[in-house]
């Protein structure tokens, strides 16, 4: 028997942010809400308050159609998020928030515009990731199917620049002196005397044998 997947339509907001904040694991492992429906002006509300698992503030938007006016929306949250932080880490303080890190974005729709993929892939200074929704149904079985389009990691923090060891001047010493390589005595050699008449031997006997020079090494 085959069953096909059939894509079913949320109408209602309310009911996509019930069944997103029933799983928020779904959206992100260790995201804990904080609270939500927090009015930001006239026209704006934040959708939901979350951290992560580092106690950075998540604002996530979400919307059942596609809509450019909910990444403004978004912008406008971070901005009132980021200015409160402390007061919200005061309010909520069994809440894990950490209010030296600035918040950061999740927009969740159907879908989004080219024009607004371009906006946030160009943003310098805040992460905001894009998730689109699917609403499946799979024979008696109905569930919510979100997928990661787009994640705009936070800026680097430059790295302290290493000091390097400045090496220390060495010392001129006095060289030392070579040692003296010893040569070995030389053998004395023994001359094999020339055979003299008798009377010039003679004479030579009596003289003085000359003295065997040393030498020194």
Request: glycine share 2%; net charge negative; with cysteine.
């Amino acid at each position: 028997m085959r069953v096909s997947i059939e894509k079913l339509k949320i109408e209602n907001h309310q009911e996509l942010e019930d069944m997103l904040t029933k799983e928020m694991n779904q959206i992100e492992k260790d995201l804990t809400m904080i609270c939500n429906h927090i009015p930001i002006n006239d026209k704006a509300t934040l959708d939901v308050l979350c951290h992560d698992e580092n106690g950075q503030l998540v604002i996530v938007q979400m919307n059942v159609d596609e809509d450019d006016t909910m990444l403004l929306h978004g912008i406008q949250s971070l901005d009132y998020v980021d200015k409160f932080k402390s007061f919200l880490k005061a309010t909520y303080n069994k809440q894990k928030i950490d209010d030296k890190q600035k918040p950061r974005l999740i927009l969740i729709a159907p879908s989004f515009s080219d024009a607004v993929r371009s906006a946030v892939e160009g943003m310098k200074g805040l992460r905001i990731d894009l998730y689109e929704w699917e609403y499946l149904q799979l024979g008696d079985q109905k569930g919510l199917r979100l997928q990661s389009i787009f994640s705009l990691p936070p800026p680097m923090k430059e790295k302290p620049a290493e000091k390097k060891h400045e090496q220390k001047p060495v010392k001129n010493k006095d060289p030392e002196p070579e040692p003296m390589e010893e040569k070995p005595a030389p053998q004395p050699t023994m001359e094999t005397p020339q055979k003299e008449p008798e009377e010039a031997f003679a004479s030579k006997s009596e003289e003085e044998q000359p003295k065997r020079k040393l030498k020194l090494f």
